[in-house]
T-cell receptor, first 112, second 111 residues
Framework: ETGVTQTPRHLVMGMTNKKSLKCEQH?????MYWYKQSAKKPLELMFV???????ENNSVPSRFSPECPNSSHLFLHLHTLQPEDSALYLC???????????FGPGTRLLVL | SQQGEEDPQALSIQEGENATMNCSYK?????LQWYRQNSGRGLVHLIL?????REKHSGRLRVTLDTSKKSSSLLITASRAADTASYFC???????????FGAGTRLAVHP
């Protein structure tokens, strides 16, 4: 739809598991973002990458570890998560310093 | 911290009616954006209005901005069942790339 894909679309993991979320954008953008959307809470910005460099970490716990190997790919590595980390994780991209962001469909994460 | 706050939290209307959603924000802005999210999906950008604009149209969408009141409204005219979604306003905080979203308005349009 928007040129931003996310895999997997759904993920169930135990608190001791390690998993990774993947995001890929096909729009030629150079900024990428991770957001967390929990029930009944506003969308929360987690991380921002510009030209592969992390420029924003919004006080995210270290059990979430982002990786941006190039401008087209963004990963979110997860380990020892808590049930309250269950949420929809959204990836977005934009041109650096651009105003409009383009979102992927999200990964629905359930931590048991 | 939350920059934009929408009201109402939920809105239920019949097809053909107009839907109006409001957003208030706290700090000065360069622009304000509206996004739409279908249930459990990603957000889609709808419209951007700059701080020196008072009104903007896009199809059935009309957005107004009142910087003196730090508020914006989104009007969807002649609503359709397919307009059922959550609508969010968003502004930038603390520089470029840090887009802050409000809690959203859940719109239900009944056939």
């Amino acid at each position: 739809e928007t040129g931003v894909t996310q895999t997997p679309r759904h993920l169930v993991m135990g608190m001791t598991n390690k998993k990774s979320l993947k995001c890929e954008q096909h729009l030629g953008h150079n900024a990428m973002y991770w957001y967390k959307q929990s029930a009944k809470k506003p969308l929360e910005l987690m991380f921002v990458y510009n030209f592969k460099e992390q420029t924003e970490n919004n006080s995210v716990p270290s059990r979430f570890s982002p990786e941006c190997p190039n401008s087209s790919h963004l990963f979110l590595h997860l380990h020892t998560l808590q049930p309250e980390d269950s949420a929809l994780y959204l990836c977005a991209s934009s041109q650096a310093r651009a105003e409009t962001q383009y979102f992927g469909p999200g990964t629905r994460l359930l931590v048991l | 911290s939350q920059q934009g706050e929408e009201d109402p939290q939920a809105l239920s209307i019949q097809e053909g009616e107009n839907a109006t959603m409001n957003c208030s924000y706290k700090t000065s802005i360069n622009n304000l954006q509206w996004y739409r999210q279908n249930s459990g999906r990603g957000l889609v950008h709808l419209i951007l209005i700059r701080s020196n604009e008072r009104e903007k149209h896009s199809g059935r969408l009309r957005v107004t901005l009142d910087t003196s009141k730090k508020s914006s409204s989104l009007l969807i005219t002649a609503s359709r069942a397919a307009d059922t979604a959550s609508y969010f306003c968003a502004t930038y905080s603390g520089g470029y790339n840090k887009l802050i979203f409000g809690a959203g308005t859940r719109l239900a349009v009944h056939p």
